[in-house]
């Protein structure tokens, strides 16, 4: 398995995101960052936190290329950068073990929360209440041997809610 390069990495919890590392002969580097821009724009989007660049480096995959905006001492750039290909370390995490093995969707998890029953394969998809008796959610996924993934209520409500009138032609 490979996973996508960048080469690059920005100071944790700044805003903006500024690059603190950026690996020699990497993709980051052939565009031309260096350590102290500041990143603009990232996939057409704009950025305003290293918050936000880690979310957004996440959708891509090796070969994919993203266009990207960056200042440096005030100076704006623009640039295309592609992902290149990088060897994946082999996991020893038992989520490699589970029948069907990982999940390749690594974005649009933002609500989901864990709880920590371990739940067998066919128990996903079941309702999670509270101690009150209250619906809170649904179990969606197993996280490791001993996690799992709830969908909340509410994000449940608005799916409902957003495609309860479309019509199917």
Request: charged share 20%.
């Amino acid at each position: 398995m490979s996973q996508p390069l960048l080469g690059a990495m920005v100071v944790y919890e700044s805003s903006p995101a500024v690059f603190s590392l950026i690996k020699q002969k990497s993709p980051a580097e052939a565009l031309g960052l260096e350590v102290g821009d500041e990143l603009v724009s990232f996939g057409g989007h704009e950025l305003k936190s290293s918050k936000e660049f880690a979310a957004a480096v996440s959708h891509y995959w090796p070969a994919d290329e993203v266009p990207i905006s960056w200042k440096r001492k005030e100076k704006l750039y623009n640039g295309k950068v592609t992902f290149a290909w990088q060897a994946q370390s082999v996991s020893k995490h038992p989520v490699d073990r589970f029948a069907g093995g990982k999940s390749k969707r690594r974005d649009g998890f933002d609500a989901v929360y864990t709880h920590d029953l371990a739940l067998l394969p066919r128990q996903i998809g079941t309702s999670v209440y509270d101690l009150e008796g209250n619906f809170v959610g649904i179990n969606i996924a197993r996280f490791s041997r001993a996690s799992t993934l709830i969908m909340p209520s509410y994000k449940i409500a608005a799916f409902i809610h957003q495609y309860k009138f479309k019509t199917h032609s």
